[in-house]
Structures are given as structure tokens and as C-alpha cells.
């Protein structure tokens, strides 16, 4: 009985053992984390992001931010703790040793006189015919006169006196600290269990599993519907312009089944007429355009016109209820973007090859949604380039946009290259800024990015290319920001969502629209990077039969450039059939607008010896480099009215780069956001 009482005692402190030996380290090592984290703010400081609320620490902003599953969850166990810690302590009964001296309040080895006189006073007080109380009843009988009789009888008390209790030596006696109903297995209980047995080994684990699969069967990794997957697949066109892009983004699930109430009907009509001029349709036939319109799917409509709010910047007039579905959208836009990109980039060429043109549509979709800027502006006009990289900028409009081309500022990259003092004064006395206006300016500016990229291809072992080589592309990819960041969070007051940036490096064929080489850049993980180039460059030199020392090198030295602000890419493709390929290394920002960076990458492939070796190759036979880009025809689907991608092969927007030329294999290093009027370069046997 003792030990069974002694066990339902146990269980509370078993159990905050049990979640103490967790608990305690990982709370202690979220809180050195947390502590440990740099105080340097990587969200834009400009007035305009301020007002916007998104980074503002209000109380109720930091309460949202600590409220996560994993926050509310410690939480949570620390309170269950806490309420076990207060239980244990004010127990009501507690087991303790019988101990006859301590229960008559005598000391060991009184004599037989006291004794007999501590047992009348506590008889006098807990006695049944003295005192009614029950529980003085219980008292008396289960200890008073136990310790009595202990004391008074020789035997026993000289048991006590020996080994510690009346009835002599007693046997260890091994317990389990559970309540007692669950050890009861001949009472009622006895199936609690069984149940609990079977529910904890069964059922919960097939529980978990019928979830896992039936959640997995209905969405891919990166939380965006099978179904959407595979709507993007057979939709996706090679020639799909970069204006028609939209038509296929908002065809995904997740749009679809956004909920369409009768009430929305006179709002999304209003937002029609608003947004109407960016959206493909005849205006000259506008009625049976908008009929035509208004005949999709409910939610493919409320979807797309929602966007081309967020583009056009006209939320500010949408209803709560447009509002929250506005969200909901653009909380879904990022997943869909990258899902969309990879259909674009998806092997679909003999060859395994994705295709550029739509690839360039969806990043142009992804920097215009984030800036909240009409695709429509990123049409050029006449000799400039489109003004959509001036409307990402604090406080400018179209006509800030005008005022200042007047001065001859024709490109984003000719504003981004002038003197700060200088564009202060542009901005104060030809766009009429104030001091303060011009300042946000600036700190934009130092957050926009300047990517920089050095190339090369080459076969491993061998001189040249020839014809069917694994031929290994090689890129660092360099950001530099003007106020020394390297990861940071875009200036994006109208995305109501924190959006990491995101660059896509593709090496591509524009001529035949070929992308051969993508892969997703990222600059916020800098120990994932790390480990990532070190284990690259490792295995490359060892492959290479490089000395130890020689591979820990390379390794030092990658690892330093990943600290300054470069991330390495690199892959392999077939050399193709022989013949000279002028390539094109992009990288993309999914954010920023005019950011991009290009260099041009001209490769010779040779024809393969009929022996198989490798003979010596002539200097006019090795791959050179050559500086700008050609101009390429525009190959536009007949019928489409659409928009000059900025990655167009216009000889304006070419970035002037600078080349190197290898004898056995090519590389390319070119620095973004240079002067992009007329670059002449240089090419080396």
C-alpha cells in the first residue's frame, strides 16, 4: 500500500524529469542563438517602408513575430513545468518514512517513562472519544499507536533501533513511478493500458502517416499543388511572351479555388476599368473584350485583376474583404513564381535544354509584382529604356521620370552612376525633392544590389572542346551593395510579405532560345554557402590530383570569397555538335528592377579526333571571348502585342564587359551596372 502511494507520488516528478533533460538545453541554446543574433537591420530605412508598417516593431509586430509553432510551443512545456513544479510542491500528502520517535515528538532513545508520557498527551488530542474528527481517527490508529507499540515492544524497538523500522531487515523493493489506476491491470482500469498501448504504437504512427500521404499526394515539396505543377507544364510555350506570363501564372489551383462572393461583382467590375489598359485586351472592342473576360473561371478573374491592382498600385480603394484576398495572393506569389520558373527551365529539348524567353518573362513578372510596378513600364520609348526601374524608387512617378530625362538621363543605369551630390541636386531642383525625399533616395540606392560575375567552361584534364566533353561551367557570382550589406530584404513597401532575394543565374543560347545551365543563387545563408563551395572546390582539385596542401588552399580561398559577399555556382553539360556558340550568362533578381547583370561567353566547339585523342589544338581553334552582345532578331509570336524585355540583344542595354581569353578553355568576368552605351572589347588567342 505504501509503495503503491509512494508511486502515484513518484509520477509527477518522472514526468518533469522526463521533460527537463530536453527542455533545459534547448531553451538555453534558443536563448544564446537569439542573443548571439547581429543587431544589424537588413530591411530598407527609407520613410516610404517606414509608413508602410512592414518593419515596424511595434508590440503586437513583435508578438507576431515570436508567435511561432516553435515559440508557443516552448512556451507552452515551460508552463506545463511550472504547474508540475507547484504540484509537487504543495502536494497534499506526502509519503514519508515511519518514524516513531519523530511521530510521538520524542528524540532517539528516550526512555519508557517518555514514552508512555508522549503517547497519553497525544492521546489526550487525537483520541476517537476525545476528538470527532475523522481524520484525527486515522491519524491515531495508522501512526500513534503504531509508534507506540514499536517503542513498547523490545523486539520491535531494538528492530528499529538496528535496521531502521519495527519489523527488522527489509528486502530492496522496486517500483515504477505510475499512478496506480494504470498498474491496476485486474481493475477496470486494466484496458486504459492496452488502449494507450495501442493508440500510442498504432495509431497515432498510422495517423501521422494517412496525413503525410494524403498531404503530400496533393502538394510537392515547396507547398504549391500537384495540380498546379502540372497546369504550368503543358501551358508552357517556348515563344510564351513575357506580357503573356501573367495569363498563365494566375491559371494555378490555389487561385482557382480563392473564394468569389456575389458582393465582389460590383468591385471587381470598378477595378476592371481601372486596370483594363493592362490587361491583353482590344481596347477598340472593349465590351465583348470584357464579356470575354468576365467568362473565365471566377477565381482566375478575381485573381488576375487583384494583381494588376498590386501592379498599378490601386489597393488602396479594394473593400477589407478584397484586401485580405489581395494577401492571400501575393503570400502565395512567391512559391508559384519559383514553380513557374522551374517549368521554364524544366529539360525540354533533345538536348535537355529549357527554354530563355519565358524564363526572362517570369522573373520580369516576379520583379514587377514585388515593386508593385506595371509591366506596362517596362516598355522602352524611343531612345530610352522603360522608367519601370525609376518607379521602384521612393517618391517617383512617371512625371518625376519625364522631368529628369530632360536632363539627359536616359537610362536607371546613367541615375545609379551619377555623384550623390550631383543626383541631390537633380532630384532637389529639376524633380522639386526636399531634403528628406532625396535622402530615401540614397539609402534605396545603397540597398539595390551590383552583381558582378566571373565565368569559365572547361574540360577537366584536357585542351579545348571538342564534341560530346562534359564540359564543367564555372561562375562566382559577387554582390556588393553601396552600404556594405551582403544579405538584406529588398525595399518593397507595397509587398505586404518580407521576401528574401533571389538571383537565377542561367547560361543560355539566345539565338536558338536555350537555356543549358540554371540554378537558384541566395545570399542570407552564408554557412550553407560555405560548406557548399568548400566541398565544391575539394572535390574539384582532388579530381584535378592536386596536393593536400594545394586543395586546403583553394578551400581557404573560396571561403573567403563567400565571406565577402560571392557564392559559387557550378555544373556540367554535353558539348554540343561542332561549331562556334555564342552563350550568355544571366543572373536574374526575382526583386530588383535593372539589377540584372549579363556577359557574353563566345565557345568553339572542335570535332572530335577519330582516334580519340586529344591533339594539339591551333590558336585560331580555341575558344575566345568576345565583349557585348550581338544584336538578335526578335523572334516574337505573330500576334502578340507585348512589351522589349530588358534582356533583349538591343545594343543600348548591353552591359559593357570585361573579358579575358584562356587558350584551353574560355572565362568570362564581367561587372554589372557599367556604362551600357557602345562597349567595345578585347579578344585574346
Not at 482557382?256 to 472592342?285: G, M, T
Amino acid at each position: 500500500m505504501a509503495a503503491s502511494e509512494e508511486n502515484n507520488a513518484l509520477f509527477p516528478i518522472f514526468i518533469l524529469t522526463i521533460m527537463a533533460l530536453p527542455l533545459v538545453p534547448y531553451t538555453i541554446v534558443k536563448l544564446f542563438s537569439a542573443l548571439s543574433k547581429k543587431a544589424t537591420s537588413i530591411n530598407c530605412q527609407c520613410s516610404v517602408c517606414f509608413r508602410s508598417g512592414k518593419y515596424r516593431k511595434s508590440i503586437f509586430k513583435r508578438i507576431s513575430n515570436f508567435s511561432t509553432y516553435n515559440n508557443l510551443t516552448l512556451v507552452l512545456l515551460w508552463v506545463i513545468m511550472a504547474v508540475l513544479v507547484y504540484y509537487i510542491k504543495h502536494i497534499s500528502r506526502e509519503i514519508q518514512v515511519f518514524e516513531p520517535f519523530s511521530i510521538l515528538g520524542l528524540e532517539a532513545g528516550a526512555s519508557d517513562s517518555e514514552i508512555k508520557k508522549a503517547y497519553r498527551r497525544l492521546s489526550i488530542q487525537y483520541h476517537p472519544d476525545k476528538n470527532p474528527d475523522p481524520e484525527a481517527h486515522t491519524y491515531f490508529v495508522e501512526y500513534i499507536s503504531k509508534a507506540y507499540q514499536a517503542l513498547t515492544d523490545p523486539v520491535s524497538r531494538e528492530n528499529f533501533e538496528k535496521y531502521g523500522h519495527p519489523d527488522g531487515r527489509q528486502g530492496l523493493q522496486v517500483g515504477i513511478a505510475l499512478p496506480k489506476f494504470l498498474l491496476d491491470i485486474n481493475g477496470s482500469s486494466g484496458g486504459i493500458i492496452l488502449l494507450g498501448i495501442v493508440g500510442v504504437c498504432i495509431i497515432l504512427p498510422l495517423m501521422i502517416a494517412v496525413i503525410y500521404l494524403s498531404r503530400s499526394a496533393k502538394y510537392t515539396g515547396n507547398y504549391v499543388m500537384h495540380s498546379t505543377i502540372y497546369t504550368y507544364y503543358i501551358n508552357m510555350k517556348p515563344s510564351l511572351a513575357p506580357s503573356k506570363v501573367l495569363d498563365l501564372f494566375v491559371k494555378a489551383t490555389e487561385y482557382r479555388d480563392i473564394p468569389v462572393h456575389r458582393i465582389d461583382e460590383e468591385p471587381l467590375q470598378k477595378l476592371f476599368v481601372l486596370v483594363r489598359s493592362e490587361l491583353n485586351l482590344d481596347l477598340k472592342n472593349i465590351k465583348q473584350e470584357q464579356a470575354k473576360f468576365f467568362k473565365q473561371h471566377p477565381g482566375y478573374v478575381k485573381t488576375e485583376l487583384l494583381i494588376q491592382a498590386q501592379l498599378t498600385r490601386e489597393t488602396s480603394e479594394l473593400s477589407p474583404n478584397m484586401q485580405r484576398d489581395l494577401k492571400r495572393v501575393l503570400e502565395l506569389a512567391p512559391r508559384l513564381l519559383e514553380e513557374l520558373m522551374k517549368m521554364t527551365l524544366i529539360p525540354r529539348t533533345p538536348q535537355g535544354h529549357g527554354w530563355l524567353r519565358p524564363a526572362t518573362g517570369v522573373v520580369e513578372l516576379s520583379q514587377c509584382l514585388v515593386q508593385a510596378v506595371p509591366l506596362s513600364a517596362r516598355k522602352a520609348t524611343g531612345s530610352s529604356e522603360g522608367h519601370a526601374p525609376f518607379l521602384q524608387l521612393p517618391h517617383f512617378s512617371e512625371t518625376v521620370v519625364k522631368k529628369i530625362a530632360r536632363k539627359k538621363i536616359r537610362t536607371f543605369q546613367d541615375f545609379r552612376d551619377m555623384k550623390q551630390e550631383e543626383r541631390a541636386e537633380l532630384l532637389t531642383q529639376v524633380a522639386g525633392f526636399s531634403a528628406a525625399e532625396s535622402e530615401d533616395v540614397e539609402r534605396v540606392l545603397e540597398m539595390m544590389p551590383s552583381i558582378s560575375l566571373d565565368i569559365s567552361c572547361e574540360t577537366e584534364g584536357e585542351e579545348g572542346i571538342q564534341e560530346g566533353d562534359i564540359v564543367t561551367f564555372h561562375a562566382w557570382v559577387t554582390l556588393e551593395r553601396g552600404n556594405g550589406l551582403i544579405g538584406a530584404l529588398p525595399h518593397a513597401p507595397y509587398f505586404p510579405y518580407d521576401k528574401e532575394e533571389n538571383f537565377w543565374l542561367l547560361l543560355a543560347d539566345s539565338s536558338s532560345n536555350d537555356v543549358w545551365i540554371s540554378q537558384r543563387v541566395n545570399f542570407m545563408d552564408e554557412a550553407t554557402a560555405i560548406i557548399a563551395a568548400s566541398k565544391a572546390i575539394q572535390e574539384l582539385k582532388e579530381g584535378s590530383g592536386a596536393s593536400p596542401r594545394d586543395v586546403n588552399a583553394a578551400v581557404k580561398e573560396a571561403i573567403a570569397k563567400v565571406k565577402k559577399g560571392s557564392r559559387l555556382v557550378m555544373g556540367k553539360f554535353q558539348a554540343p555538335a561542332e561549331g562556334n556558340y555564342n552563350l550568355t550568362s544571366y543572373c536574374l533578381c526575382d526583386c530588383w528592377i535593372g539589377c540584372d547583370s549579363k556577359s557574353n561567353l563566345k565557345l568553339k566547339v572542335l570535332k572530335r579526333s577519330r582516334a580519340g585523342t586529344r591533339g594539339g589544338v591551333s590558336a585560331d581553334e580555341v575558344p575566345t571571348l568576345e565583349d557585348g552582345i550581338e544584336e538578335e532578331e526578335e523572334e516574337e509570336e505573330e500576334g502578340y502585342d507585348d512589351y522589349e524585355s530588358e534582356y533583349s540583344e538591343d545594343e543600348e542595354n548591353v552591359i559593357d564587359t570585361k573579358t579575358k581569353g584562356a587558350l584551353a578553355n574560355g572565362s568570362a568576368h564581367n561587372k554589372s551596372n557599367d556604362s551600357s552605351s557602345g562597349g567595345s572589347g578585347s579578344e585574346e588567342d
